[in-house]
């Protein structure tokens, strides 16, 4: 208790210090209130991007520069390095990222004059964005552990863990007992099991790595509604493509409903149909959601220091400590939240499964 009070203590006299030198600090560092947006800097780091930035350096920037791979009807395949969009105004083959206008972000085509092409704006783009080289990254990480790991339950299976084996296990039987079988049941759950487990290490590896400040983290893969939105597909075709027809007559006809509910408007199975895409959706914005409000205001709190320090140079100094504080708090809390998220996607995920998959009684 003291050793607390006194660091409270510590942090209050810091701020005081601060404060009361402010104005001689506000001359010796002066700074334009236009230099640093806040906004920018937080849809910076959420959003995807052509390059990995490591760090900036002397007002140097360093970055990896990914794979751009482009298709144009009219100049055909175009494979080259994002880095190329450094020189010559940004502009490379006739190709830009723009910066402005509906297509902020995105990589456009310009015509011969040099101005955005209308007639074919956008070529197909299959490059290799910064999200994109993160989740090979968390593959290649979960295959390397996970093959493993196979290899030795496959070659000695009544030997004790050990090594990775030790720490993953008790998540394998975790996902085995208190996801897959009370959700699903015990004849049919083995052949969802290796789904269940690579959308749970997937979404929790992928969590943890975008809460990495340096490379190879600091991707918001789960974060991203592209990402997210393909986690729901996979799963809503896994659910109906595995469902039997006491699951689609109880779409149809629900049991136990009025039938002034069923006919002549059929209320109640346009509510059980909509419901078929309503479950994917749910799990597409809960997940996406909750990442990149982590990392929004993980981003929020570090922001604080340069706003306070565009109005006065010791005011920065001054909200530092506190800022930095709370920010490690929130990086504790996100990794208990990955870890929640990856849970919960997998449990509905089980669940909903177990309801296309229930035998009738």
């Not at 350096?57 to 969009?85: A, R």
């Not at 339950?153 to 004790?160: G, I, L, V």
């Amino acid at each position: 208790m003291k050793q607390r009070i006194n660091l409270s203590v510590s942090i209050l006299l810091f701020i005081y210090v601060a404060s009361i030198n402010c104005a001689q600090a506000n001359e010796m560092h002066k700074s334009d209130s236009q230099g640093f947006n806040t906004a920018e800097f937080i849809f910076d780091h959420v959003s995807d991007s052509y390059e990995w930035h490591i760090l900036t350096f002397n007002h140097h920037h360093i970055s990896i520069s990914l794979p751009v791979i482009l298709y144009s009807k009219k100049t055909g395949l175009h494979v080259f390095l994002s880095n190329k969009f450094h020189h010559e105004h940004g502009v490379y083959r006739g190709f830009k990222i723009e910066t402005e206008g509906k297509f902020k972000g995105r990589i456009v085509q310009l015509n011969e004059k040099g101005v955005l092409d209308e007639t074919n704006p956008l070529p197909y783009n299959f490059s290799i964005t910064k999200n994109a080289f993160s989740i090979i990254i968390t593959s290649i990480l979960l295959a390397l552990i996970f093959i493993g790991i196979a290899k030795r339950y496959k070659s000695d299976p009544s030997s004790p863990p050990k090594g990775l084996q030790n720490v993953f296990e008790p998540f394998i039987i975790f996902i085995r007992d208190e996801i897959a079988i009370p959700s699903i049941g015990n004849k049919r759950y083995i052949h969802f099991m290796p789904y269940l487990l690579t959308l749970f290490f997937f979404i929790w590896f992928s969590n943890l790595l975008g809460l990495i400040p340096i490379f190879p983290g600091g991707a918001n893969v789960t974060g991203n509604i592209s990402v997210t939105m393909a986690l729901a597909l996979f799963a809503f075709f896994t659910i109906n493509r595995n469902a039997n027809k006491a699951y689609w007559k109880h779409i149809v006809s629900p049991p136990g409903i009025p039938v002034f509910l069923k006919l002549p408007i059929p209320i109640m199975p346009l509510v059980e149909f909509i419901g078929i895409f309503i479950k994917p959706f749910v799990l597409m914005v809960r997940l996406f959601a909750n990442i990149l409000a982590g990392h929004m205001v993980a981003t929020v709190l570090l922001s604080l220091i340069f706003i306070f320090s565009s109005m006065k140079a010791c005011l920065g100094f001054a909200v530092a400590p506190i800022s930095l504080v709370f920010l490690v708090f929130m990086s504790l809390l996100e990794l208990l939240v990955a870890l929640i998220q990856a849970y919960v996607f997998t449990l509905l995920t089980a669940q909903y499964i177990g309801m296309a998959t229930e035998e009738h009684h």
